[in-house]
Nanobody
């Protein structure tokens, strides 16, 4: 089992920045690819960003490319999502996930955090 705990969400004005953190415990963090997903009210959960086990590979949704950066620190068992130039449409609950596969599909991930709310005001 892997336990994931997100933090760093909050309320920010459009154009602002937030950094989300997700800290893992339980099993060897570096054995897992990590992903960030988000879900807005009334919408399906969608892929945001993913990072490979060593941090060498990253992938982003087109909607966040150039604004968000995913990174990881395997020594701290933590994955980050730096979010810049935030827009009201980025408002959602953000979830981190751990899986054996580096993928954009939610079903490829085995473990999920509880989510953290990000609200961007216009």
């Amino acid at each position: 089992q892997v336990q994931l705990v997100e933090s760093g969400g909050g309320l920010v004005q459009a154009g602002g920045s937030l950094r989300l953190s997700c800290t893992a415990s339980g099993r060897t963090f570096s054995n897992y690819a990590m992903g960030w997903f988000r879900q807005a009210p009334g919408k399906e959960r969608e892929f945001v960003a993913a990072i490979g086990k060593s941090g060498g590979n990253t992938h982003y949704a087109d909607s966040v490319k150039g604004r968000f950066t995913i990174s990881r620190d395997n020594a701290k068992n933590t994955v980050y999502l730096q979010m810049n130039s935030l827009k009201p449409e980025d408002t959602a609950v953000y979830y981190c996930a751990a899986g054996r596969l580096y993928d954009t599909i939610a079903t490829s991930y085995d473990y999920w955090g509880q989510g953290t709310q990000v609200t961007v005001s216009s």
